[in-house]
Each structure stands twice: as structure tokens, then as C-alpha cells.
């Protein structure tokens, strides 16, 4: 045993032997190097692409994905290896997918991420409103883009054709009334038409909340808000429903404000 250590030693004391050594041990560090390379250079890795075209702003389901195997050196860029990272995200709004499509990161986004335009979802035959607020009349900007409000009516110097008929303006009534009731807010959005809670860190301030309406309801919304003989003003109120598995429908919560407002405008279709 002493021999073969006092042997070992002379011969990594020679200066011919360890640089020999050290030669092979580098060749086999770049070998494996260079192998492993090369591996990963042709070895194909499987990536999702898209099956069909998706025009922007389109959801991107299952359905629109399949996988292939694709050479690394085709995976330049920002392309999405991983079919999670795509599924019920959407495409973005200036972009549209071609189908054989491998997915980029710069064409797949969250849907905050689009324009409030085209992320609207609304009922065929519905007509989109657009509700003049403030900070105030939203709550101190507590109304979001899927809560529920009702709506209300509030109109002065309505006369009480129930009082004598030498009723004084002095005694002329202030009406209030709930008009509608469980509407959905499609978008709260500020002067310039941004959505209010897509940069929290903008402080951006909410001027307009959007929800759509039969065209019956956005008529009778419409003749009510325009009033100017009785001085109306709509109200808008958050309710509860968007905690609900199932909210309640739209509906008209007053045939009397219904026909107090259609007695007092008209509407025409010229």
C-alpha cells in the first residue's frame, strides 16, 4: 500500500503527466460539452401551435391548440412552450394567429390587457349605454366592471296632480323612484375612454360606466336622463347581485315611472 501511494505521488509530481491529464480531462469536459449541445440543438421539443386562425381578441380554448415537435432553432424569441400558459387567455387586439401559428408571448394576453371594446360581452339585440359619473356617484370609485346596480330615477318640480289645482310652485314634489333593477357593468372607464382599474397605480378617475340594455330599456333610460322640464338625474346604486351563483334578471322596477316618463316625451323613429 506504501509503494502504491509513494508511486501515485512521483507520478503526479511529474510535470509531463500532469499537464497529459490535464489535456485529456479538458477534451472530455469539451466532448461532453459539445455533445449535450449538439443534443439540445436537434433533439425536437413538442410546443403548442394553433390549430385554426384566432382573430384578435378572440378567447383561445383547447379546442384551437394542438402540439408538435419542433428543432430548438426554431423556438427563437418569445414563443410559449407550454399549452397552460395560453388556455382561456386571449389574442391580443392588433394581431391575428394564423392557423400552423407557433403562440408568442406578444400575441397572448390576459383579457384586462385588451380594450374595453372589444372585451364587452353583452346579449344580441342589447344596445350599450354610456352613464355620465363621477367619483362621487360611483362610490368613491367603488363600482367594478361586473358588479350589478339598479337604477334610479330622480326628477323636481313634478306638480302632484293629486293635490288642489291651485297648487303653488312652492309646493311643487321631488320624485324619486327605482326605474331598474340588476344591471351588469360591462366597463367604468375615465375622461379618455382608459379603463379605470387597468393601472391602479394611474389613479385614474372613472367619468363614464357602461352597461348594455334591451333597446326598450335604453329608450326609456335614454327620454329620462334627456328630461330637462323636470330637472331629472339618474342614480345609479350597487347591489349584491354579483356576489350570486345566479343574479336576478333585468327588469323594469316601475310601470308608474315607466308611464309617468313615456306621458311626458315621445319618441320617433325618423
Known amino acids: 500500500m506504501g509503494n502504491l501511494s509513494t508511486g501515485l505521488k512521483k507520478f503526479m ?11 485529456v480531462a479538458a477534451i472530455i469536459v469539451l466532448y461532453f460539452a459539445y455533445t449535450m449541445r449538439i443534443s439540445s440543438a436537434i433533439n425536437p421539443i413538442r410546443v403548442p401551435y394553433a390549430k385554426e386562425q384566432i382573430p384578435a381578441g378572440t378567447q383561445i380554448t383547447e379546442a384551437m391548440i394542438e402540439t408538435m415537435e419542433v428543432p430548438p432553432s426554431m423556438l427563437e424569441g418569445d414563443v410559449i412552450q407550454n399549452t397552460g400558459e395560453i388556455i382561456d387567455k386571449y389574442a391580443a387586439a392588433d394581431t391575428v394567429i394564423p392557423a400552423g401559428s407557433l403562440f408568442y408571448k406578444r400575441a397572448v394576453v390576459e383579457k384586462e390587457q385588451l380594450p374595453a371594446n372589444i372585451i364587452l360581452e353583452y346579449p344580441k339585440g342589447y344596445v350599450l349605454y354610456n352613464l ?8 368613491g370609485n367603488s363600482v367594478y366592471p361586473g358588479n350589478y346596480i339598479d337604477i334610479y330615477l330622480k326628477a323636481v318640480n313634478v306638480v302632484d296632480e293629486s293635490s288642489p289645482a ?17 344591471i351588469e357593468v360591462l366597463a367604468v372607464k375615465d375622461a379618455d375612454g382608459q379603463p379605470v382599474f387597468q393601472n391602479i397605480d394611474e389613479n385614474r378617475v372613472p367619468a363614464m360606466v357602461v352597461f348594455a340594455l334591451p333597446e326598450e330599456y335604453y329608450v326609456l333610460l335614454k327620454k329620462a336622463e334627456e328630461m330637462r322640464t323636470y330637472d331629472t338625474s339618474i342614480i345609479l346604486v350597487p347591489t349584491n347581485e354579483s356576489l350570486k351563483d345566479e343574479p336576478a334578471e333585468l327588469e323594469i322596477s316601475s310601470e308608474q315611472l315607466k308611464d309617468w316618463i313615456n306621458t311626458n316625451t315621445f319618441w320617433t323613429d325618423n
Open 166 to 182: 291651485n297648487l303653488t310652485k312652492d309646493a311643487d314634489k321631488i320624485m324619486l323612484g327605482k326605474l331598474m333593477a340588476n
Open 132 to 139: 355620465s359619473v363621477d367619483t362621487t356617484s360611483t362610490y
Open 13 to 23: 509530481q511529474n510535470k509531463n503527466t500532469v499537464t497529459v491529464v490535464g489535456v
